[in-house]
Each structure stands twice: as C-alpha cells, then as structure tokens.
C-alpha cells in the first residue's frame, strides 16, 4: 500500500514547487506595477477570468502526470524545464535589481516574466507525458496547447500593465 502510494508522491508538481516558492518569496521585490493592487487594476474579465482558469489547470494537471525521466523526450523536457528555470529567474533578477535599466523599462524586459514560462512549462510538458489515470486520453502536446492557451491571456495582461506606464 505504501509503495503505491509513494508512486503518486513522485509527480510533475515537483517541478512547479521552485516556481512557486520563488514567485512567493520575491514577488513583494518587483518594481510597483507588478505589485497585486496595481499588476490587477482595471484587467478586463474577458483576459483575467480565462488567465486564472487556465493557471489552474496547468498548475494542478502535473500532479496527474508522472515524474519519469526515462524516454529521450523526457530528457530533453527536463534540459528545458532547467534551461528554463534559469531564464525565468534571470527576467525576475533583471526587474527586481536593475528596474531603471533600459531593459527593465523596455517591453521586452517588462514582460519576460510572463514569456519565459513557456521554456518551463514546456519543459513539464515534455517530461509529463502520461496521467496516473490510463482511463483518460492524453498526450504530452495536450499540456503544451494548455500551457499556450494560458500564456497568451498571461502575456497580453502583462502588456496591458505595461501600456498603462
């Protein structure tokens, strides 16, 4: 019963624990219009309603999805979950440390945090490519186009930020 139960313990959720806990722990420390008050003011529902949905789903769907790293797909998932780590906490960094730079101030800098989960995500996409329910259909690419469909409505919220100055 134990073994069972620790083969469910060793899921894809893993890989969003160091996301969220950065995102926790440093969100306080970007410049004030990624602060809750002001990154939320005035979102239109048709962009916030979708973006929370679809955050939930790829938040929660990974802990369905195995932890396995056996297959040259998953390999490659996990270089680009990692790879992609880096990036994400590089766009943080560049924000929090240097938010008057030419970079922070630029769209592109402005909104990375909200682009480069793409490599993350994609990445637990790659390695998550079964659920622990063999009754239900799935395919790896099935969290790639959630993952997508999330990071269009996350991508334009944050350029909605952006163009408000």
Do not use: K
């Given at each position: 019963?134990?073994?069972?139960a620790?083969?469910?313990?060793?899921?894809?959720?893993?890989?969003?624990?160091?996301?969220?806990?950065?995102?926790?722990?440093?969100?306080?420390?970007?410049?004030?219009q990624?602060?809750?008050?002001?990154?939320?003011?005035?979102?239109?529902?048709?962009?916030?309603?979708?973006?929370?949905?679809?955050?939930?789903?790829?938040?929660?769907l990974?802990?369905?999805?195995?932890?396995?790293?056996?297959?040259?797909?998953?390999?490659?998932?996990?270089?680009?979950?990692?790879?992609g780590?880096?990036v994400?906490?590089?766009?943080?960094?560049?924000?929090?440390?240097?938010p008057?730079?030419?970079w922070?101030?630029?769209?592109?800098?402005?909104?990375?945090?909200?682009?480069?989960?793409?490599?993350?995500?994609?990445?637990?996409?790659?390695?998550?490519?079964?659920?622990?329910?063999?009754?239900?259909?799935?395919?790896?690419?099935?969290?790639?186009?959630?993952?997508?469909?999330?990071?269009?409505?996350?991508?334009?919220?944050?350029a909605?930020?952006?163009?408000?100055g």
């Amino acid at each position: 019963m134990l073994g069972r139960a620790a083969m469910y313990l060793r899921n894809c959720f893993w890989l969003i624990v160091p996301v969220l806990a950065f995102d926790l722990l440093f969100t306080g420390r970007l410049p004030a219009q990624f602060q809750m008050e002001n990154f939320w003011r005035d979102i239109p529902a048709f962009v916030g309603v979708p973006e929370n949905i679809f955050r939930t789903v790829v938040l929660v769907l990974p802990v369905l999805m195995p932890l396995d790293v056996v297959s040259a797909r998953q390999r490659a998932g996990l270089a680009l979950y990692l790879a992609g780590i880096a990036v994400y906490l590089a766009a943080w960094v560049a924000l929090i440390a240097c938010p008057d730079s030419g970079w922070s101030l630029s769209a592109a800098g402005q909104l990375a945090p909200a682009y480069t989960p793409a490599l993350w995500l994609g990445g637990i996409g790659l390695v998550g490519g079964r659920l622990f329910v063999a009754r239900i259909p799935y395919r790896y690419w099935m969290y790639l186009a959630l993952s997508a469909v999330f990071l269009v409505f996350h991508v334009t919220h944050t350029a909605i930020v952006f163009a408000r100055g």
